[in-house]
């Protein structure tokens, strides 16, 4: 609980800080390139009968309470904040009145029936202010929210991120009203087929009358998508079915829906550093529920909290510890606080050095080997060399000798041991070769000039 306090009076510093800054260059919210936001409850989605205005109005007030660490009957705050935050440019106080009004008599309504169905007596209903008791008096704006709210607002079980960055840029009411149903789906990138007449009355009181969906699609429709694809985080698109293959009525609806990359940028501010954000999503693979508890806590995990936390988890998966979800483990080392202590960390510096030294070794083995490979290939090259030059010289040796000379060295040859099993690996007869046939043969004549360069080689080193 006291994370909690901390995380929301962090967030609304924080909140402060940015109106603030951006108060000294007239910048209004959703030209902000910080997000500010919360996590809302998903009940408060089918808010109807209530203007655009009116509707930021009730963000800027559920945000409020949503930071505010205690719970006082009344919140208290500069009306100058108040209004940055619902972006209420206008200095026309008489109509920031009317919008309060309007705002007051927004209802949520809880019932046990399915809609469209017809209630039993003593079936349960609930249906409450959004926002009551408004006063605005010395620069400031004071609000009271029914008792029964703060609970879903402070700790929403179901819920999703509403940006005041984004929302606070729509100027049309199906605009909102689509973005309020669809942005829970992101994750899945589609919503279920819906009734394109639940899909019309979404705004409430501002709902379409156009009985044809061609004139629905041309007025509202398309004007809502295209508004959404120009200023919020996702891309929407759509696509309907008949009632029947035989009918041409369209009766259903349903969205498609993608982050925008430019949305990673933003989340990136949020997180206060580009690398963190990248190293979340690509090494670890988070999603975006992931992510959105990541924005909820931001104000007390701090930068160094959550790189402490990827140094931990990526500890554990180097050493084979963490088998699944590695994106999991590191959101629980973020929450819990978990960080590698100096006596790991010299550990791992240990490991380290070690597999440093083993790597080491065997690279130096590596080169070992290959250097006395080499040095044995250039050897036996050199060989080869020697003995193809030898048998040149044999070669000349033997066709300058005259003809007596040449049939002793020819029967020396044939009568000694290097020559008998050079005829023999040929698969000739010692016995009965002829000299032509060493002579015209490519290997025996190598074989006879070698040994004629060694005969001579002798006999000259004899007379030296």
């Known amino acids: 609980m006291a994370n909690n306090i901390m ?3 962090t967030s609304r510093q924080l909140s402060f800080e940015l109106f603030e800054e951006m108060l ?6 959703n030209e902000s390139t910080k997000e500010i936001g919360y996590q809302r409850n998903n009940v408060f989605i089918d808010i109807t009968d209530v203007g655009i205005t009116a509707r930021r109005l009730l963000d800027a007030a559920h945000f409020i309470v949503a930071q505010e660490p205690t719970t006082p009957k009344v919140y208290d705050v500069e009306l ?7 972006r209420y440019d206008s200095y026309n106080y008489k109509h920031l009145r009317t919008v309060v009004s309007e705002a007051q008599k927004a209802l949520i309504q809880v019932s046990a029936s399915p809609p469209g169905s017809t209630s039993a007596e003593d079936e349960k209903w609930v249906s409450v202010q959004l926002i009551g008791i408004v006063g605005i008096d010395k620069g400031r704006i004071t609000f009271a929210v029914p008792e029964p709210l703060i609970p879903h607002i402070k700790d929403p079980v179901k819920s999703h991120w509403l940006s005041l960055r984004i929302t606070s840029a729509f100027t049309l009411t199906y605009a909102r009203a689509i973005y309020d149903h669809v942005i829970g789906y992101v994750a899945e990138g589609i919503t279920e087929w819906i009734e394109v007449d639940v899909v019309r009355g979404w705004p409430g009181k501002a709902a379409s009358t156009a009985t044809e969906f061609k004139y629905f699609k041309r007025d509202n429709l398309d004007k809502a998508v295209k508004q959404i694809n120009a200023v919020s985080d996702i891309d929407l698109s759509y696509e309907t079915r008949t ?10 609806i349903r969205f498609r829906l ?9 989340r990136a501010s949020l997180l206060g550093a580009q690398e963190i954000y990248t190293t979340l999503k690509n090494e670890f693979g988070f999603t975006e529920k992931q992510f959105n508890t990541i924005s909820q806590n931001r104000a007390v995990w701090s930068d160094e909290r959550i790189l402490q936390a990827i140094e931990y988890t990526r500890a554990k998966v180097d050493s084979g510890q963490v088998k699944k979800s590695p994106g999991a483990y590191l959101l629980k080392a973020i929450t819990d606080g978990y960080k590698l202590s100096d006596a790991d960390r010299k550990m791992l510096t240990v490991q380290q050095q070690q597999q440093e030294q083993e790597r080491a070794e065997s690279s130096a083995k590596q080169l070992a080997t290959a250097a006395v490979a080499a040095s044995t290939e250039a050897a036996e090259e050199r060989s080869k060399t020697q ?4 048998a040149d010289l044999g070669r000349e040796a033997y066709h300058k000798a005259d003809g007596k000379a040449q049939k002793d060295f020819m029967r020396a040859f044939i009568a000694s041991a290097a020559g008998k099993l050079a005829i023999k690996r040929v698969k000739l007869n010692p016995a009965t070769i002829h000299e032509s046939e060493v002579l ?8 006879l000039y070698s040994f004629v360069f060694l005969r001579t080689k002798a006999k000259t080193a004899s007379k030296a």
């Open 258 to 266: 993608t982050r925008k990359e430019t949305a990673g940028a933003i």
């Open 24 to 29: 000294a260059t007239d910048t209004p919210i």
């Open 80 to 86: 100058s904040y108040f209004r940055w935050l619902m």
């Open 387 to 390: 003995t193809v030059e030898n």
């Open 243 to 252: 009632v029947s293959p035989k009918s041409k009525k369209i009766d259903r």
């Open 7 to 9: 995380t929301r009076a």
């Open 440 to 447: 015209a043969h490519k290997d025996l004549s190598f074989a």
